[in-house]
């Protein structure tokens, strides 16, 4: 029996479901679970020493790929002063400085511990500003785990076949309204049924945890009018696309200035982080300043601070990283397209920029939610199952996006394509 599985067995005794998090139980792939011991680049190491091509990333903070020198180094040193004091530092100044400056519609922002938290927060400050309780998100949208966003959540949620969850009562959700992505009519609908009640819509920069589905040209233009014209908080949760497609972030590539955003992920550099900004006027009703309560023994932890600004700088020192990482991502996933063809697997892909998703699906565009749903399932596990098997790790669910790191080389994606055609030769001869 190898490592991952006497580690899961013991797992499953002392954690629900072996897991801290419900998709790392690999459910909807059929497979026993992966425990790592190790990362480096874009490599992967399992429990057993198997080496895999890591295309999950932390779910996406590791845009420069596992253990970065220049990330570990900056994180060590300031772990030598403390690890944390619960008071002001220095590097919680220059972490919001550095987000007002590269993010255009932030003026202040507000350091906390996880995206779950960021949108929470973001919700309760467009309640408390607007003193309305209704907020709009889209079906598949998630946003994190607080109970009032839990309304068809997508990803961990669907795979899990619970399209909402136990234990959030009714009336958290009753204002709560699900509209369709990429639907401007279905949501402007709900404004005309409600003309004085929503606070805010809440949507993320690119669809990422219904698999990947990009905004379409008029979508986050369209939903920023309707915000407008009903004087609602347009809230873009950038938890995921924050920095990880643009420099400027999602609403950067799509030209559209929200009132509120949300980040996590990247901008943690593998620390648990989020962060919620926008205009001082809007940020200042935050506590201390304002009446909306918001507070955390935690926020701004001098050694998160540390592991995300550097993966930033980082980031921002490179030359042309948004552009090279693009290219890789369409190398990748231009090929793949070529070498499903050429077995005559259904398959089409998404991407935005270092982000993006495969479907195995007979249709040319995937732009709503319901095709994800409709894509072959079975040829998604046959993929999965071979893939981990030569050695590439994906997302272990059909609702997941993908991501590429700066440390993807031309070798490693090559290597990738050549399991990909191996897999699909034997997924491809059985259809
Ligand atoms: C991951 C994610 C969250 C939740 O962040 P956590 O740090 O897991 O709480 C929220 N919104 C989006 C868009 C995400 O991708």
């Given at each position: 029996m190898n490592q991952s599985v006497t580690l899961s067995k013991r797992a499953k005794i002392c954690m629900p479901g072996g897991?801290?998090?419900?998709?790392?139980?690999?459910n909807s792939v059929d497979c026993d679970p992966l425990f790592f011991a190790r990362g480096e680049g874009a490599y992967l190491f399992d429990v057993d020493g198997k080496r895999y091509i890591d295309y999950v990333g932390s779910w996406g903070p590791l845009i420069l790929g596992h253990a970065h020198p220049k990330v570990l180094e900056a994180f060590k040193t300031v772990a030598n002063?403390?690890?944390?004091?619960?008071a002001c530092t220095e590097i919680e100044v220059t972490m919001a400085e550095f987000l007002c400056q590269h993010i255009p519609s932030l003026q202040q922002v507000r350091m906390v511990n996880s995206g779950t938290e960021a949108t929470m927060t973001a919700i309760r400050l467009a309640r408390g500003k607007t003193g309305r309780n209704k907020f709009i998100k889209f079906d598949?949208?998630?946003?994190?785990?607080s109970d009032a966003l839990l309304?068809?959540?997508?990803?961990g949620q669907l795979t899990m076949g619970q399209p909402s969850s136990a234990g959030v009562p009714a009336h958290v959700t009753e204002d709560t309204l699900v509209a369709t992505y990429n639907d401007l009519s279905s949501v402007a609908a709900l404004f005309e049924e409600y003309p004085h009640d929503i606070a805010a819509i809440i949507v993320e920069?690119?669809?990422?945890?219904?698999n990947c589905i990009p905004p379409t040209a008029d979508f986050l233009p369209g939903l920023r009018a309707l915000c407008d014209k009903h004087q609602a908080i347009f809230i873009m949760d950038?938890?995921?696309s924050g920095f990880r497609m643009s420099p400027g972030t999602a609403q950067q590539r799509y030209n559209v200035i929200p009132d509120l955003t949300t980040l996590g992920k990247i901008i943690g550099g593998g620390m648990p982080v989020g962060a919620l900004g926008g205009k001082t006027e809007l940020m200042q009703q935050l506590a201390p300043t304002g009446p909306v309560y918001q507070a955390g023994?935690?926020?701004?932890?001098p050694v998160a601070m540390a592991a995300g600004l550097t993966t930033l700088q980082c980031i921002f020192e490179e030359e042309d990283f948004y552009e090279n990482l693009e290219e890789c991502t369409s190398y990748l996933l231009s090929n793949m397209q070529e070498i499903a063809d050429k077995h005559q697997v259904p398959f089409t892909y998404n991407q935005a920029g270092s982000m993006f998703g495969m479907f195995f699906s007979d249709?040319?565009?995937?732009?709503h939610f319901e095709q994800v749903k409709n894509a072959n399932q079975d040829l998604f596990k046959a993929f999965y199952k071979g893939m981990l098997k030569e050695g590439v790790y994906f997302?272990?669910?059909?609702?997941e996006a993908g991501f590429i790191s700066n440390q993807h080389n031309q070798e490693i994606l090559d290597k990738t394509l050549e399991a990909f055609d191996t897999v699909l030769q034997e997924v491809g001869s059985r259809l």
């Open positions: 897991v801290n998090s419900p998709v790392r139980s690999f002063n403390g690890l944390s004091f619960g598949g949208g998630y946003h994190g785990h309304v068809k959540g997508g990803s920069g690119v669809a990422g945890n219904m950038e938890v995921m023994t935690l926020s701004g932890n249709e040319d565009e995937i732009t997302a272990p669910s059909a609702f």
